[in-house]
C-alpha cells in the first residue's frame, strides 16, 4: 500500500531538480512511496541527473526507465508498468507538490475511488508566492472540498494528469493513448474512470495538498498546427465511444467534448483560412452546448443587437438573419426585453450554427432615453471588454437599429476600438417617425457624449450637428462606421438627403450598401407547424401589427363588399399580437365580416412559416409614407422576405414608388384606394 510517483521527462534535465525536491521533501515516509521517472526521446543527461539526485538522498526509492520515442503516452504507459505501488500520481517535470501530497493523497485512495486535489498555477519554477487558482482546474474543485461523490459528477476529473490518484492496476489495464501528441490526459482519466471507478474523493483544504503548475509558453495545449487539429478530433471520438460504452458517463462526456470544442475554436480563430472546415467536422456531431462552445473562440465578429432571439420580434430576426447569412461565429451582446415581447421556442436554436455567446444584460429598458441608453453602454462596455478578456480580440463589429443604443454601444466600442470593422444596419430612419416627425431625445444625459463626440470630431466632422438624441446617434454612425447598411434604396436616398453636412453625407454615400431583408431559411420553414387553415376556400393570410398608417380597414371594407357567394369562399386569417387580438375581433363583428375573417393569436416564428407556406395567398401592406418625406416612401415591411421564402402568392398594397411597388408580388393594388383593393381581391378569388 504506497504510492508510485510517475514522472515522464522529455529533454528535462534542466528542470526536473524542483520536481524531485519537493518529492525529497513529502511527509509520507519514503519507504511507502517511489519515483519512476520514464525519459521518452533523446537523452539530455535527466538520468544523470536523477541519479546524483537519488544517490544524495539515499532514502528516496527511484527507477528510471527510457524510451527512444519522443511519446508521451509512451513514457507514461513503461512507467506505470514499472511502479511497484497499489496507487499512482502523476507529475511533470516543471511541476512540483506541496509536502503533504503524497500522504494526503494516499489516505484517500481506494480500488474504486480517484482521489482528486487543488492545482494552483505560479508564475516561476519552484515558486509557491501567489498561487493562482482560480482557473478551470483549480476553482472548480473547491465546491467538493473534503467530499466523495460520484465521479461523474466531478468536472475536473478528467481533465489533466496533475492533481489525481488512482489504481494502478486499473490503469495498466486502461493504459494511455500511444500516438496523441496532447489531450490524451483526458482521453485516459475518462476511460479510466468509466472503466472501473465509482466515486471521487476531493482532499479537505486543510490537508494543504496542492499540486503546483507551471505553464511554459508554447506547451503543447496551446499549439494550433494540422496535428494539434488531428489530435483533438482523435480525442472527441475516443470519448464518444466511452459514452456509448457507459451510458452514466453521456453528460460528463459532453461537458468534456465541449471543452475540445473549444480549443478547436482557438485554432480557428488563429487560422480563419480552415474555420469552415472546422465548423463542418464539428456540426456533424456536435450538441448546441458545444457548437457555442467552439464560436465562442472562433468568433472574430461581435453582435451589438439591443434586441435579439429568442424574442419573437421583426428586428431580432431580421439581425439573426442577417448574421446567420455571414456563415462566421459571431458572440451578442444583447438586452433583456421580456417585459415587452415574448420568447419563441422556435428561435432558441435558429443561431446555433454561428452563435457563440450571448450577454444579456438586465435593467429597464430604453428607447430614446438618455439615462437608459447610458446604462445600456455602461453594462455593454464592461460585457465587451469582459468577452475580450475572455476570448480575444474581436475584428468585427455589427449593429442593427430598431432599438438606437443598439448604435449608441457599438459606436462607443468603436471609439475605443478603432481598428474594428463596424457595420451599422438602419431597419428606418432613426431619427424621425413614419410621419417624418422629429423623434427628439434629450442629450444632456448622455454620459458616453463627450467620449463619443471626440471620435467625431478626430473624424472630421462637427458633432454640433445633432440637434437631438436620434440625430446624434445618426451622426455617430455615419462619422465612425465602415459601413452602413441600408435595406432599400429609398431608405438610402432619404436619409443622405437629411444629413446637413456635405462631407459627412459624401462619406455615407461612399461606405453605404443596400442589401434587402434576409429570408427564411428552408429548413425552419419544414419544422414548424401549420395553423388550421378552413377547407373549400381561399385562404388569405396577414400576420403581425397593425400600424396606423399600414392598416388594412380598406381590405376588411372590401370583404364586406363581396357578394355572399364570393364570401363564401374567402377566408381571410389575421394573427395579431395579443394587445391587438381582441380589438381587432370586435372590429370584425361591427363591420359584419366575421364569416370570412377571423382573427387568431400570433404563432412563433417556425410555426408562421409553416402556416404562411399552407396559405394560398398572403397579404402584406405598405407605410403609407412619401407624403412625409419629400415623395419618397423609404419603408420597406421585412415581413415581405419571409413571405418570398415560401413560395406562396403575395398580394401587395403599395404606395406608388415605394421599394415594395418595384418588387415581384403575385396580385398589387394601390394603397388608399378601396376600388383598387376590391378588384384586386376579386382576382384572387376568380384564380382560383
Request: glycine content about 6%.
Amino acid at each position: 500500500h504506497g504510492m508510485s510517483v510517475i514522472l515522464a521527462s522529455h529533454l528535462g534535465a534542466d528542470r526536473i531538480a524542483t520536481a524531485l525536491e519537493s518529492l525529497r521533501a513529502q511527509t509520507l515516509p519514503m519507504s511507502r512511496f517511489e519515483v519512476v521517472v520514464s525519459c521518452n526521446g533523446p537523452d539530455d543527461g535527466t538520468s544523470e541527473v536523477v541519479d546524483e539526485f537519488v544517490a544524495a538522498n539515499p532514502g528516496l526509492r527511484a527507477t528510471t526507465v527510457t524510451s527512444q520515442v519522443a511519446d508521451l503516452g509512451t513514457a507514461r504507459n513503461l512507467a506505470l508498468d514499472a511502479a511497484s505501488f497499489a496507487y499512482f500520481t502523476i507529475l511533470d517535470d516543471d511541476d512540483w507538490l506541496s509536502p503533504t501530497y503524497l500522504e494526503a493523497m494516499l489516505a484517500r485512495c481506494a480500488p474504486d475511488t480517484i482521489a482528486l486535489t487543488y492545482m494552483a498555477n505560479v508564475a516561476a519554477a519552484g515558486s509557491r508566492d501567489k498561487p493562482n487558482f482560480s482557473h478551470y482546474l483549480g476553482a472548480p474543485l473547491f465546491k467538493w472540498a473534503g467530499l466523495k461523490v460520484p465521479a461523474w459528477e466531478i468536472p475536473v476529473l478528467t481533465e489533466a494528469d496533475g492533481g489525481k490518484a488512482a489504481p494502478t492496476e486499473l490503469a495498466r489495464r486502461v493504459r494511455y493513448d500511444e500516438g496523441l501528441l496532447s489531450g490524451l490526459d483526458v482521453v485516459f482519466w475518462l476511460r479510466l474512470a468509466a472503466h472501473g471507478v465509482r466515486w471521487g474523493t476531493v482532499l479537505p483544504l486543510a490537508d494543504h495538498a496542492f499540486y503546483y503548475r507551471s505553464v511554459r509558453t508554447g506547451s503543447i495545449s496551446r499549439r494550433s498546427d494540422d496535428l494539434f487539429v488531428q489530435d483533438r478530433f482523435t480525442v472527441i471520438r475516443r470519448m464518444l465511444e466511452v459514452a456509448e460504452k457507459y451510458p452514466p458517463w453521456r453528460q460528463r462526456v459532453e461537458g468534456a467534448v465541449k471543452g475540445q470544442c473549444t480549443h478547436l475554436g482557438r485554432v480557428a480563430y488563429q487560422r480563419p483560412e480552415i474555420l469552415d472546415e472546422l465548423a463542418s467536422r464539428i456540426s456533424a456531431f456536435a450538441t448546441p452546448a458545444q457548437l457555442r462552445a467552439f464560436n465562442h473562440q472562433a468568433a472574430r465578429k461581435l453582435a451589438v443587437c439591443y434586441m435579439y432571439l429568442p424574442y419573437n420580434d421583426p428586428s431580432a430576426i431580421t439581425a439573426a438573419k442577417r448574421l446567420r447569412l455571414a456563415q462566421a461565429p459571431f458572440d451578442v451582446i444583447c438586452h433583456d426585453l421580456s417585459a415587452v415581447r415574448a420568447c419563441d421556442a422556435s428561435l432558441r436554436d435558429f443561431d446555433q450554427a454561428s452563435r457563440g455567446n450571448l450577454v444579456r444584460l438586465e435593467g429597464r429598458d430604453a428607447f430614446l432615453g438618455a439615462r437608459g441608453i447610458s446604462a445600456f453602454c455602461e453594462r455593454g462596455v464592461a460585457a465587451w471588454q469582459k468577452l475580450e478578456r475572455d476570448h480575444g480580440h474581436y475584428f468585427e463589429l455589427y449593429s442593427r437599429h430598431t432599438w438606437p443604443a443598439s448604435h449608441a454601444l457599438a459606436a462607443l466600442i468603436k471609439t475605443r476600438q478603432p481598428d474594428i470593422n463596424w457595420t451599422a444596419e438602419f431597419s428606418d430612419p432613426l431619427s424621425v417617425t413614419v410621419e417624418g416627425v422629429q423623434r427628439g431625445g434629450n442629450l444632456a444625459n448622455l454620459a458616453i457624449r463627450r467620449e463619443v463626440e471626440e471620435a467625431i470630431a478626430r473624424a472630421g466632422f462637427n458633432p454640433g450637428d445633432a440637434e437631438n438624441l436620434g440625430q446624434w446617434l445618426e451622426l455617430a454612425v455615419y462619422a465612425l462606421a465602415d459601413h452602413v447598411l441600408f435595406t432599400n434604396p429609398n431608405q438610402r436616398a432619404v436619409m443622405l438627403r437629411a444629413i446637413k453636412d456635405p462631407a459627412l453625407a459624401r462619406r455615407v454615400e461612399a461606405v453605404a450598401l443596400v442589401e434587402p431583408h434576409p429570408g427564411a431559411p428552408a429548413e425552419l420553414v419544414a419544422s414548424g407547424r401549420s395553423a388550421a387553415l378552413a377547407s373549400g376556400r381561399v385562404n388569405l393570410g396577414y400576420f403581425g401589427r397593425f400600424y396606423a398608417g399600414r392598416g388594412i380597414g380598406a381590405v376588411l371594407n372590401a370583404v364586406t363588399q363581396l357578394p355572399p357567394a364570393e364570401r363564401r369562399r374567402l377566408a381571410l386569417h389575421l394573427f395579431l399580437p395579443a394587445d391587438q387580438l381582441q380589438p381587432t375581433r370586435g372590429e370584425i363583428r361591427l363591420r359584419g365580416a366575421a364569416d370570412a375573417v377571423f382573427a387568431h393569436s400570433q404563432v412563433g416564428y417556425a410555426d408562421f412559416l409553416a402556416t404562411a407556406a399552407a396559405m394560398d395567398w398572403l397579404l402584406v401592406t405598405d407605410t403609407r409614407a412619401a407624403a412625409f418625406f419629400g415623395g419618397v416612401n423609404p419603408y420597406l415591411p421585412s415581413k415581405y422576405a419571409d413571405y418570398a421564402s415560401v413560395g406562396t402568392n403575395i398580394w401587395g398594397i403599395v404606395e406608388p414608388g415605394s421599394p415594395m411597388a418595384s418588387l415581384p408580388l403575385d396580385e398589387r393594388s394601390e394603397l388608399d384606394d378601396p376600388a383598387d383593393t376590391l378588384r384586386a381581391l376579386r382576382a384572387i378569388l376568380t384564380r382560383h
